[in-house]
């Protein structure tokens, strides 16, 4: 693998770790595609840095059980903005 190839893993790995970010918010951040971020984390970075994959994958996982919710309220909000203007 390519030196350029493990960095991005490892700092992709940091970022969604401190900011909490999901995999959407992180492929803007970085310029890349959701598919290059999942790629990076799930199976580039089991074999760099296990630990750090997995500590990765926790976050990312809470916030796939937690995306229904956010999409809810996203479109409550989306309809509440509607009816005042």
């Known amino acids: 693998m390519k030196d350029y190839i493990e960095e991005r893993a490892m ?3 940091n970022y969604i770790i401190e900011n909490n970010a999901t995999v959407r918010q992180t492929a803007k951040e970085f310029g890349i595609s ?5 790629k990076d984390v799930t199976e580039r970075l089991v074999q760099i840095n296990p630990s ?3 500590e990765a994958r926790k976050v990312l996982d809470v916030n796939k059980s937690e995306r229904h919710i956010r999409g809810g309220l996203a479109t409550r ?3 509440l903005h509607q009816h005042m203007c």
């Open 77 to 79: 909000e989306k309809y």
């Open 34 to 38: 959701k598919s290059t971020v999942h």
């Open 11 to 13: 700092n992709i790995a």
């Open 52 to 54: 750090l994959a997995a």
